[in-house]
């Protein structure tokens, strides 16, 4: 089992930039597959991006070309940078660990993760 405690959100305007941490903590964190995931108010939870152990990356076509996920195995952190944010990107994001046995196709669901972070909310204003 692997702890994860998001950092980063806050509140910004339409056309800026956040970028989000995700620190693990109590696993192997360079075996695990990592994912970001986001839940508006109203809504149901949707995925975002995720990253290989291997380093493979995928995303969500509503953030294709504006967010990046990367890691950083020294640091047992994996990262979300967002640019050119939207208000429709207002959520809580919450970052996700599965193992290395999961295979990529299925790293888009949330069902495939077994350890998640409480989250961190951003909203982007108008």
């Known amino acids: 089992q692997v702890q994860l405690v998001e950092s980063g959100g806050g509140l910004v305007q339409a056309g800026g930039s956040l970028r989000l941490s995700c620190a693990a903590s109590?696993?192997?964190?360079?075996?695990?597959?990592m994912g970001w995931f986001r839940q508006a108010p109203g809504k149901e939870r949707e995925f975002v991006a995720a990253i290989r152990w291997s380093g493979s990356t995928y995303y969500a076509d509503s953030v294709k070309g504006r967010f990046t996920i990367s890691r950083d195995s020294a640091k047992n952190t994996v990262y979300l940078q967002m640019n050119s944010l939207k208000p429709e990107d207002t959520a809580v994001y919450s970052c996700?660990?599965?193992?290395?046995?999961?295979?990529?196709?299925?790293?888009?669901?949330?069902?495939?993760?077994?350890?998640w972070g409480q989250g961190t909310q951003v909203t982007v204003s108008s």
């Open positions: 109590g696993g192997a964190f360079s075996t695990y597959s």
């Open positions: 996700a660990a599965a193992t290395s046995l999961v295979p990529p196709v299925v790293l888009r669901t949330a069902n495939a993760y077994g350890d």
